[in-house]
């Protein structure tokens, strides 16, 4: 199954809105995720580094007041986009490391990320 | 500064025909090296990935890769490809925070 989950896989809303959307590692702790952004047939930009029990950091020109990311637990980081516009529609895909001191099952690879399978969000 | 470059925007080949997909890369220190497979609105799939060890890493559904120092490549190969692979492949440099740093992406087609 899935390493890593996203909800709602896809989502549809009117400009103003916010929109959150759920990223959750299933089989192991993640104290670390990573949200990106896509453009259609582009690569991934790394939007900010979700740390839980602490704030997440943001990568340059990335607003924190617009995405709002919170790590509340172990295996569960949300990122919420704040009063969306047509703009902030995009692909957005969290990621998550299995790192040595996680609790990996034994066929997971240590030290590899791990991507949810992305939410398409459209901002009408 | 790290990066990682996909001097291929589209790479096509024919089934059955060996596929190779280059990556270069830019670091200092050891490189941590990453291939990742994207199917149309989907997640990243891990492939394979290159820490230490031997330079020839063999990953998922039959790919392999070749870790080369001195001409800091990263090339991700099959021997023998499938219409089934066809997608968008990225190559990835991770930093020692755990970020990882991707190459501008390359479309595979296999034609039948």
């Known amino acids: 199954g899935a390493v890593v989950s996203q909800h709602p896989s896809r989502v549809i809303c009117k400009s103003g809105t916010s929109v959150k959307i759920e990223c959750r590692s299933l089989?192991?702790?993640?104290?670390?995720m990573f949200w990106y952004r896509q453009f259609p047939k582009k690569s991934l930009m790394l939007m900010a580094t979700?740390?839980?029990?602490?704030?997440?950091?943001?990568e340059q020109g990335v607003e924190k007041d617009k995405f709002l990311i919170n790590h509340a637990s172990l295996t569960l980081s949300t990122l919420t986009v704040t009063s969306a516009h047509p703009e902030d529609s995009s692909f957005y895909i969290c990621?998550?490391?299995?790192?040595?001191?996680?609790?990996?099952?034994?066929?997971?690879?240590?030290?590899?990320?791990?991507f949810g399978p992305g939410t398409r969000l459209t901002v009408l | 500064a790290q990066s990682v470059a996909q001097p291929e925007d589209q790479v096509n080949v024919a089934e059955g025909n060996p596929l190779t997909v280059k990556c270069t890369y830019s670091?200092?220190?050891?490189?941590?090296l990453f291939w990742y497979v994207q199917y149309p609105n989907r997640g990243l799939q891990f492939l394979l990935k290159?820490?230490?060890?031997?330079?020839l890493v063999k990953g998922s559904y039959g790919f392999e890769a070749e870790f080369n120092k001195s001409q800091t490549s990263f090339h991700l190969k099959k021997p023998s490809a499938l219409v089934s692979d066809s997608a968008l492949y990225f190559c990835?440099?991770?930093?020692?925070?755990?970020?990882?740093?991707f190459g501008a992406g390359t479309t595979v087609t296999v034609r039948a």
């Open positions: 990835a440099l991770r930093s020692n925070d755990y970020k990882l740093s």
């Open positions: 290159y820490i230490t060890g031997d330079n």
């Open positions: 990621s998550a490391p299995t790192l040595a001191g996680g609790l990996a099952r034994a066929q997971r690879n240590t030290d590899t990320q791990y």
């Open positions: 670091v200092s220190g050891n490189p941590y």
């Open positions: 979700s740390n839980e029990g602490s704030k997440a950091t943001y």
């Open positions: 089989d192991f702790q993640a104290t670390t």
